[in-house]
């Protein structure tokens, strides 16, 4: 088995990961553009991803995962093809384009949480992305993938349980089967669709990482923590750490900035490098990234775009809450350091943008500052397939109850997504500086309920000094006579989001969005 995909790439650049599964070796991949032989630069070699102390018995079947960078002279479409032994595939792709288009909108795919057990049927999230792809307007030109796009901590009768066994090898051979099947299988086309950027959240370690949690035994030793978290890192490395952020030298990568016209979209990891402390969320040097991106973007006026795992507009959680489920953003030392630095990015012209995932809902939230101005606006998308918890060995006979007592049409009419959170109202406030003479107030103006895949377009507003927006939430359900987007805008940035528009998307939505 072997799928190539492209990562997002700095201009002039197709970043492509390589991924073979099922063998035992593998031979030097041999490249071709557009029909030509290549040698591409390799950023990341081709490579097992079970080493060292976790790599299986000699000769054993295991995947390995590469990445390499191709230069090109446009954003057309371009054919990527690579043979491995016997093993060859091809890759259709574009380069992400260095200003807005004249005659659409410029596309962002945004999704996160996906859990492929819990899929509504067979493939869906991937039919309906590329029922997407088919259309030009709704095309996506770039990806942005915001955390869980694997639950390593799931189903939890897997995990429930368990201390230190299978061990480090056995645990990394679990994670490599996951990752294997999402990006391979339940994932590939989703990841095929354009050129992506990931950032992790807890599943892509565990449940409240780093923090220990009491139904996952083996993080409550320092042993089981330390073998799980090892595994994790080393999955994320070789199937989604961005090609563009790898370094020579092995240390933290750097984030990933993608600059398209007026626009500019920073992703930040605020996952992977937290302390139990919750003194930091983000490593201080990316902080640091963070506020000179900041000062660029301001000076340039820029739109600025962040992207990360968790929501920048929901309250801190109470210690006893948030061991048991998951510490926010605002629990974290850096937190308000890091909205200081996007208001900063900003202006009542330009204001900044939040994208995330994490909440298992859909909103848009834009919060105003004390002129009544926009300054910043939350989109969430989330999530692609809901999760299995605790709870869900309890559904069967939940589900068999609700048919025998209520029957299938009053369950669509009324509890089309039973297991689905309600979309919860952002905090009222956010204080972008730390001494409280700024804070903004929040307003909701969209909420989405069920599974999900979103698309953000941007676009020049009549005046060059102007970008409109828009965002469309499309509900995966089986029938995909119900996979056109439920829009929301579009909308003039400086002006804020029309009520009555979202209000129209509302109504669509009652009336034929969220049934399942």
Request: charged share 25%; net charge negative.
């Amino acid at each position: 088995m072997i799928r190539l995909l492209a990562h997002a790439a700095p201009p002039g650049c197709l970043d492509v990961w390589l991924g073979v599964a099922e063998q035992a070796s593998v031979e030097p991949p041999r490249f071709t553009l557009d029909g030509e032989p290549v040698d591409p630069t390799e950023l990341r070699p081709l490579e097992a991803v079970r080493i060292g102390a976790a790599a299986p018995p000699e000769g054993r079947a295991r995947t390995f995962t590469g990445g390499y960078r191709f230069a090109v002279e446009d954003t057309d479409e371009h054919v990527i093809t690579v043979q491995c032994g016997e093993e060859r595939t091809e890759l259709r792709t574009r380069a992400v384009p260095t200003d807005l288009p004249e005659d659409r909108w410029f596309n962002v795919l945004l999704g996160s949480c996906y859990d492929r057990n819990m899929e509504r049927s067979p493939n869906l999230v991937n039919r309906a992305v590329q029922k997407l792809c088919q259309d030009p307007s709704t095309r996506p030109d770039v990806a942005l993938y915001m955390g869980d796009q694997v639950y390593l901590d799931v189903p939890p009768t897997d995990v429930i349980g368990r201390f230190g066994e299978p061990g480090l090898a056995g645990i990394t051979a679990q994670f490599e089967a996951d990752y294997t099947l999402n990006w391979m299988t339940h994932l590939g086309d989703v990841l095929s669709a354009a050129p992506f950027v990931c950032v992790p959240d807890d599943h892509e370690f565990w449940n409240n990482y780093p923090t220990q949690v009491a139904w996952l035994p083996r993080t409550l030793s320092t042993t089981g923590r330390a073998e799980w978290e090892q595994a994790a890192r080393r999955c994320y490395l070789a199937f989604q750490q961005p090609l563009q952020a790898c370094r020579d030298d092995g240390g933290a990568p750097e984030p990933v900035v993608i600059d398209v016209g007026p626009l500019s979209i920073f992703c930040l990891d605020t996952r992977t490098w937290r302390l139990n402390d919750r003194s930091r969320c983000a490593l201080p040097e990316h902080l640091e990234a963070l506020r000179a991106w900041s000062k660029r973007v301001h000076e340039q006026e820029r739109l600025p775009v962040f992207m990360t795992g968790q929501t920048l507009f929901k309250s801190a959680q109470p210690a006893l809450k948030g061991w048991l489920t998951d510490f926010e953003l605002s629990n974290y030392g850096d937190y308000v350091d890091i909205l200081e630095a996007l208001y900063d990015a900003g202006s009542p012209d330009r204001p900044t943008l939040c994208l995330t995932g994490d909440v298992h809902f859909g909103r848009v939230v834009q919060a105003v500052d004390d002129k009544g101005r926009p300054r910043m606006y939350e989109i969430i998308s989330s999530p692609m397939s809901l999760c299995s918890d605790p709870r869900s060995a309890h559904q069967p006979l939940l589900s068999q109850l609700f048919h025998r007592f209520f029957g299938q049409a009053w369950l669509q009419d009324n509890r089309p997504w039973p297991r689905h959170p309600r979309p919860a109202l952002a905090r009222p406030t956010l204080p972008v500086r730390k001494d409280g003479s700024i804070k903004l107030r929040c307003h909701q103006r969209y909420s989405h309920l069920g599974n999900h895949v979103a698309i953000l377009g941007f676009r020049q507003g009549s005046r060059k000094d102007r970008i409109q927006c828009r965002v469309g939430y499309v509900t995966l359900v089986a029938d995909e006579r119900r996979w056109e987007p439920i829009w929301v805008g579009p909308w003039d940035l400086r002006n804020g989001v029309d009520l009555f528009g979202a209000f129209g998307s509302v109504l669509g939505q009652l009336t034929g969005g969220i049934a399942g």
